[in-house]
């Protein structure tokens, strides 16, 4: 709530150099517009190492149950691919959003399920990821 008021008063204050007048004309729609910021589901990004010879790196949202592969997924873009020349080396980034269980596969440290908390990645076991789903 404390920051919600403090970055209420940041908006109306930058209201108030733009616009001009006082600050606490821009008050009450600024506490609107910091209560909208504070409901938006937060992002964190996460980069993967790419080696192409330790298997393909990539990142799924877990989004239901599948009868055969236990997890039915959706599989990310890369929001970026920062490789070397040669392709055989580099990083491979993601952007995550909150509220969501996502499985990451790694080259050589291999699958994992992670979740965003407060725009902060959490590593989470596979059964915590099959009961946020059900």
Not at 85 to 90: H, P, Y
Request: charged share 30%; hydrophobic share 40%; proline share 4%.
């Amino acid at each position: 709530m404390k920051q919600i008021m403090k970055r209420a008063w940041e908006i109306a204050k930058e209201g108030q150099k733009r616009f001009g007048g006082k600050v606490k004309e821009y008050f009450a729609a600024s506490l609107k517009l910091a209560w909208e910021e504070a409901k938006q589901p937060k992002k964190a990004i996460l980069e993967i190492r790419h080696q192409p010879s330790g298997g393909k790196e990539w990142i799924a949202e877990i989004v239901g149950r599948h009868p055969r592969f236990n997890f039915e997924r959706r599989f990310l873009n890369p929001i970026a691919r920062d490789w070397s020349n040669s392709g055989k080396t580099g990083t491979t980034t993601f952007l995550l959003e909150e509220g969501k269980v996502y499985e990451v596969n790694e080259p050589f440290a291999g699958r994992y399920f992670v979740t965003v908390v407060a725009g902060e990645i959490v590593e989470i076991a596979a059964d915590e990821a099959a009961q946020k789903i059900a």
